[in-house]
């Protein structure tokens, strides 16, 4: 080995080389440092290209200036030839070429206006380049910082999002406006959508240009029904790459349908007419018949109360007397709300029963007391409804909703029937909340004593949480960490876990995810055992370690892969085998495949793997176990699938696997579908199970149906029909081991059960508004083909038609029709929102509606089709491209004289809807110096086809440059 290195710096003119013995090798940082800074330094002075500013803060519409130094340090003159990337933006620039002595400086001055067309970005680079003839010479930069970067703005026609009763995809359109001059860009977020409810296909990075528009539609889609009627809120967010927010905007989500009440907001169909409804039901099962009478509705009443009741009351033919339950009546104002009767709430308790609850509200802020007694039963008596003790509590709550920022709870609760007086205080706070991180923490404090214990034990009882969030365009982290005691009173008692996720967006299409969960269960009861299964469990545990990828090969198509390591055991608390002990781990792939389109959604799951199982006396078992569930939806129609062999879940230890490998299965199709013009709506599934280790099969039918009658009266069904084929019936106890000769459950034949639950009800719904004042608007919409205003047998319906009177909406069923209901001697303009290129003819000239009884009116729409068109400037020899092309106006007119009008952007794009129809085109210019060379064209609007235009233009501006010398 050689005892020196060598170090060699090269510049623009010379070489230097160093040699230095190998044990001085420590010094070699510090020598590059040197080195460099001086070189660096020397450059500096001796740069053909310098500025007298490097960093230059500006401001939107104000001028900024800087100074070009040019030195020659040669020995020799130089004809040099500049180049920049600021050509044609300033107003005072560089000439093209210049001619420098040996030794010689000149300076040069730059001005420019900070605009649109001189900014694109918040840092910009402007680069200067030094050329003689073909040679790079020199090239340096200066930067321009942008102090206000400007805002984005989104806009819509209303906040009102209408969601379709028959859960298909709704669409809903926005304009995002950039008041800046640079591009911006954004993501789209949705928060706060209801369970069930996501953003569709918005998930990627976009770019808007400065001073720009985009106008584009957002889908809204469900992979369940969504049953329940929708009054919600929620928040669309724009957020930058670093998933910063921009800008936000509230909107409302409601459920729509093809009727609308234009006086009164309701619930659904019949009752948005009405302020109360009453119900009859017959109900029939396998032990019992019964009736059951139930009535709800909104009360008013004035200096602005309101409130709402329910009453519900069941009569067992074979009882005496009824139950009164489930039965409560609310009244609130702007500061107080007070409810009597049935309470369910959770106050980190579960706290049911009857009582009262008020409350105080300011600024956010409640303030609430609760005095309720444990029994449900309001009237009548019910041994498994009437548990004996009572609850009281208060409660403070900081926010509203998910926004809770300080919760606060004191409670005490008497069971009686478990022997036990539990006393709890509760603080939840939000310790922080910014557009990236939301930390909160939980503590509470609790104790649990034996009421009649002579002894009057007692047990003190702890609960530590902590939460955190952490959310950008490409991290998302959750981690939550819980510490509760043994004999903690509220929920999550006895817990200890953890659970950490992390997903990180690699690419718009590539996620990668992790999670590590791990938890132990240990509960201790104070009171007395009730029943001989209870308390047999010392404690549980499990253990998740998993990691993954998900890949989204298109918008349609995603797959995701995840190895993870399962592990579970749990311990008995059996006084005869202290010891026993059951415990499994597993070794599993997931491997999934989800697919989605306007029509079909499809999603199959596939989690396979070794697993192995410990349990008391039995050998440890190893073997392979595979779990598939899969779905599909199309329209109307879903149908759910599962297969698993051999489980590998520690509950399996509790019925002891006489055969070495058995299988579960289940196939559950399900239709929903509406009859005579949505009067009938209704749904039926049919479900069968296999459980391979007992040999049972499960057939269950259920369904349901509510049908409109006429006068707000409306018929109702729900069946439940089940079948169990049973082959054999285990039945384990730890203690005990096998019961292999269990009781006989269906005297008439032991080895099958039946399960029927049948409900049939007749419902009618009123208020106080008297039918003589209301009237209908029937509104029937289909396609004028021909345009000629009248409805013709081949003129098909249009569905889907969002109809909006005061800023009411209803959508077209199948027939094409819309329903409203209104008051008498009213005006009402019905206009089509969301049209997706609809648009009602002008042959209809009935825009308004004086409302004295029932309307119908036929409604022709022609079809729109979208026309793209652009201007392509061709390049021309020592002209420049054309900066510019916003504002030209381009005019259309079709073979019967219609006029049509729009203008182009920036880059001279345009977007037009029109009737399939031959049609001349003509550009105008205006004031920006373009010539048109095939101007006056004429185009053919294709139907259901891409229809595009484009346009030759030259720059007609004058070129001049001016010299200094």
């Known amino acids: 080995m050689y005892p020196f290195f060598t170090f060699a710096v090269y510049t623009r003119n010379q070489t230097l080389i160093l040699f230095f013995p190998r044990n001085w090798t420590f010094l070699f940082p510090f020598i590059i440092f040197f080195l460099s800074a001086n070189a660096g330094i020397c450059q500096e002075t001796k740069r053909l290209i310098s500025f007298e500013n490097y960093k230059i803060p500006i401001q939107v519409s104000k001028t900024f200036t800087n100074t070009v130094i040019i030195h020659n340090p040669h020995s020799s003159d130089l004809n040099l030839f500049l180049k920049t990337n600021f050509k044609h933006v300033e107003y005072i620039g560089l000439p093209d070429s210049v001619h420098i002595k040996a030794g010689q400086t000149k300076l040069f001055h730059l001005k420019f206006f900070a605009n649109k067309e001189s900014i694109q970005q918040s840092n910009q680079a402007f680069v200067v380049q030094a050329y003689q003839a073909h040679d790079l010479l020199e090239e340096n930069t200066f930067e321009t910082v942008l102090k206000d970067e400007g805002e984005l703005y989104i806009q819509t026609i209303d906040r009102e999002i209408y969601w379709k009763e028959n859960n298909h995809p709704l669409p809903f359109q926005i304009s995002i406006y950039n008041a800046g001059i640079i591009p911006i860009a954004y993501k789209l977020r949705a928060k706060g959508l209801p369970a069930g409810i996501e953003l569709y296909e918005h998930a990627g990075i976009d770019t808007i240009h400065a001073m720009g528009q985009q106008v584009f539609d957002v889908l809204l889609s469900s992979h369940k029904p969504i049953k329940e009627y929708l009054d919600h809120w929620f928040e669309i967010e724009l957020l930058n790459p670093n998933g910063e927010v921009l800008t936000s905007k509230n909107f409302r989500l409601l459920t729509i349908s093809h009727r609308k009440n234009l006086y009164a907001n309701g619930y659904s169909n019949l009752n948005q007419q009405t302020a109360h409804q009453s119900r009859l039901y017959f109900l029939s099962n396998d032990s019992r018949n019964s009736t059951l009478l139930s009535t709800s509705g909104i009360l008013t009443f004035h200096n602005h109360w309101k409130g709402n009741y329910e009453i519900n009351y069941n009569n067992t033919f074979n009882d005496q007397e009824g139950l009164l339950y489930n039965s409560y009546v609310n009244i609130a104002n702007q500061y107080w709300d007070f409810r009597v009767g049935s309470l369910y709430e959770d106050l980190n308790f579960n706290v049911n029963g009857k009582g009262i609850k008020g409350s105080y509200i300011k600024n956010k802020k409640r303030i609430s007391a609760y005095v309720l007694d444990s029994d449900m039963v309001l009237f009548g008596e019910n041994a498994h409804l009437s548990p004996k003790g009572y609850t009281t509590a208060i409660e403070y709550l900081d926010g509203e909703g998910i926004k809770v920022k300080t919760r606060l709870i004191g409670l005490f609760n008497q069971n009686q029937k478990s022997d036990l007086n539990s006393t709890m205080v509760y603080w939840k706070q939000g310790l922080l909340e910014s557009g990236k991180?939301?930390?909160?923490?939980?503590?509470?404090?609790?104790?649990?004593?034996?009421?009649?214990?002579?002894?009057?034990?007692?047990?003190?009882?702890?609960?530590?949480?902590?939460?955190?969030?952490?959310?950008?365009?490409?991290?998302?982290?959750?981690?939550?960490?819980?510490?509760?005691?043994?004999?903690?009173?509220?929920?999550?008692?006895?817990?200890?876990?953890?659970?950490?996720?992390?997903?990180?967006?690699?690419?718009?299409?590539?996620?990668?995810?992790?999670?590590?969960?791990?938890?132990?269960?240990?509960?201790?009861?104070?009171?007395?055992?009730?029943?001989?299964?209870?308390?047999?469990?010392?404690?549980?545990?499990?253990?998740?370690?998993?990691?993954?990828?998900?890949?989204?090969?298109?918008?349609?198509?995603?797959?995701?892969?995840?190895?993870?390591?399962?592990?579970?055991?749990?311990?008995?608390?059996?006084?005869?085998?202290?010891?026993?002990?059951?415990?499994?781990?597993?070794?599993?792939?997931?491997?999934?495949i989800h697919h989605k389109n306007r029509f079909l959604f499809a999603n199959i799951l596939i989690d396979q793997g070794y697993a192995e199982v410990e349990r008391y006396q039995y050998p440890r078992k190893s073997f392979y176990s595979t779990k598939i569930t899969s779905s599909i939806r199309r329209n109307n129609f879903s149908l759910n699938a599962y297969y698993q062999y051999n489980p590998y879940y520690i509950t399996d230890a509790l019925v002891p696997q006489l055969k070495e490998n058995y299988s579960l299965f289940s196939v559950e199709p399900r239709y929903n579908f509406s009859a005579f013009q949505g009067k009938l709506e209704a749904y039926a599934s049919f479900l069968y199970f296999y459980y391979g280790n007992t040999e049972s099969q499960n057939y269950v039918l259920n369904g349901q149906a509510k049908w409109a009658l006429g006068k707000q009266w409306e018929l109702s069904t729900d069946v439940y029909l089940g079948i169990n084929q049973l082959q054999r019936i285990l039945q384990y106890n730890p203690q005990q081991g096998v019961n292999t000769d269990p009781k006989v459950i269906n005297v008439r034949d032991p080895d099958l059960l039946a399960s029927r639950q049948i409900r049939i009800g007749i419902s009618k719904y009123y208020g106080s508004r008297a039918d003589k004042t209301t009237a209908k608007i029937k509104l029937i919409y289909y396609h004028d083909i021909n345009n000629n205003g009248r409805h013709e047998p081949i003129e098909m319906f249009v569905p889907d038609i969002q109809v909006s009177i005061k800023d009411l909406s209803a959508i077209s069923n199948q027939k094409g029709v819309v329903e409203f209901t209104g008051l008498k001697e009213q005006n009402y303009i019905p206009l089509i929102k969301h049209h997706w290129g609809w648009v009602v003819s002008k042959k209809f000239t009935q825009t308004a509606i004086y409302l004295l009884k029932d309307i119908t009116l036929e409604v022709p729409l022609i079809k729109l089709e979208r026309l793209k068109g652009a201007i392509r400037i061709k390049s021309e020899k020592y002209k420049t491209t054309v900066v510019n092309l916003a504002g030209i106006r381009v005019y259309l007119e079709d073979n019967k004289g219609e006029l049509y009008e729009t203008s182009t952007n920036i880059l001279g794009e345009f977007n037009i809807f029109l009737p399939a129809d031959e049609y001349k085109i003509q550009l105008l210019p205006a004031s920006i110096p373009i010539q048109i060379m095939n101007n006056n064209q004429r185009i053919q609007i294709h139907a259901n086809k891409e229809n595009l235009v484009y346009f030759e233009g030259l720059n007609a501006a004058r070129q001049v440059d001016l010299q200094k010398f």
């Open 437 to 592: 991180h939301q930390l909160s923490t939980e503590v509470s404090a609790s104790q649990e004593a034996t009421a009649y214990d002579m002894e009057n034990r007692s047990h003190l009882g702890y609960l530590l949480s902590g939460k955190y969030q952490y959310f950008t365009d490409k991290w998302q982290i959750n981690s939550q960490t819980i510490w509760s005691s043994p004999y903690y009173v509220g929920l999550n008692r006895g817990l200890t876990a953890m659970d950490h996720a992390v997903d990180r967006t690699l690419s718009e299409r590539l996620l990668f995810r992790g999670r590590i969960n791990s938890s132990n269960t240990r509960i201790e009861q104070s009171g007395r055992v009730l029943g001989d299964y209870v308390d047999l469990i010392k404690n549980f545990s499990q253990d998740t370690y998993q990691v993954g990828v998900q890949w989204g090969l298109n918008p349609q198509w995603t797959f995701g892969i995840d190895p993870y390591y399962y592990q579970q055991s749990m311990r008995s608390r059996s006084s005869v085998n202290a010891d026993e002990f059951w415990g499994s781990e597993a070794w599993r792939l997931k491997f999934n």
